[in-house]
């Protein structure tokens, strides 16, 4: 192996590294999320927030190295793909970060107000989510299309379960409208599960590219 490709090994082996960090750290972002929507935890919600700044940063960061390698190494095939592919997850993930964000924001929101009995399955939802993003994380650092397929198909299913609570939350402002704002506010925390689905699926189609060098954007995912 000439100098240059092991200079270029060494940097791809480093960018791995960061994006996993940064994949972790919006991982537990998401998962501190949730638990503070679940025990109505305002100081764990805004310690999402607080580390938002830190996950963009990092997304920053990786960014710039990733184009730093472009332009001085000029790599070619497989090493191009994951460059590429870590370009576009490093994106999702921020995204996902965001997302943590908003829903810890809807956490701070409904604490401080009366307890409302959520008319969906939020904790099956929010696994769910949960699973997809670390699937796909799973499948980037094993370079699995395998698992990666997984993450697609599962994304349906959130997409079903978001849909339902319209018609849920519909019901309940019906029941009880005294508690319009709280119930609106559910859907608003349902739609931002359904897009961090939404965001571990982009995470999972980026993987069948680097492994497959093929885009799967637009083909429906065969169970």
Same mark, same amino acid.
Not at 17 to 24: A, D, K, S, T, V
Not at 134 to 147: G, I, K, P
Not at 155 to 163: A, C, I, N, Q, T
């Given at each position: ?6 200079? &270029? ?7 791995? *590294?960061? %994006? ?6 919006? #991982?537990?972002?998401?998962? !501190? ?5 679940? #025990? ?5 919600? +805004? ?6 700044? #830190?996950?963009?940063? *990092?997304?920053?960061?990786? #960014? ?9 190494? !000029? $790599? ?18 921020? +995204? ?15 604490? @401080?107000? $009366?307890? =409302? ?12 989510? *949960? ?8 499948? &980037?650092?094993? !370079?699995?299309?395998?698992?990666? !397929? /997984? ?8 997409? /079903? &379960? ?7 939350? @519909?019901?309940? =402002? ?12 559910? %859907?608003?925390?349902?739609?931002? &599960?359904?897009?961090?689905?939404? *965001? ?7 993987? =069948? ?13 065969? $169970?």
């Amino acid at each position: 192996m000439s100098p240059r490709s092991t200079i &270029l090994a060494r940097e791809i082996d480093r960018l791995k *590294q960061r %994006i996993l960090l940064l994949g972790g750290r919006v #991982e537990s972002s998401l998962r !501190q999320a949730v638990k503070a929507v679940r #025990e109505r935890d305002t100081a764990l919600a +805004r310690s999402v927030i607080d580390t938002d700044e #830190e996950i963009d940063q *990092q997304e920053v960061e990786l #960014e710039e190295e990733c184009l730093k390698i472009l332009a001085l190494h !000029q $790599p070619v095939a497989i090493d191009l793909r994951f460059i590429v592919a870590v370009l576009k997850i490093n994106n999702d993930l921020e +995204r996902v970060g965001d997302l943590a964000t908003n829903i810890a924001d809807h956490a701070i929101f409904l604490s @401080e107000r $009366p307890p =409302i009995a959520f008319p969906f399955d939020f904790e099956a939802m929010a696994e769910r989510v *949960q699973e997809m993003l670390r699937l796909s994380l799973d499948a &980037l650092v094993n !370079q699995s299309s395998s698992a990666a !397929q /997984r993450v697609r198909l599962a994304d349906d299913e959130v997409d /079903r &379960l978001h849909h339902e609570t319209y018609a849920a939350v @519909e019901d309940l =402002i019906r029941r009880h409208p005294e508690q319009l704002e709280s119930a609106i506010n559910l %859907i608003g925390l349902s739609r931002r &599960l359904e897009r961090v689905a939404d *965001q571990a699926t982009n995470i999972a189609e980026d993987v =069948i590219y680097l492994v497959e060098g093929e885009i799967v954007r637009h083909v429906r995912p065969v $169970p």
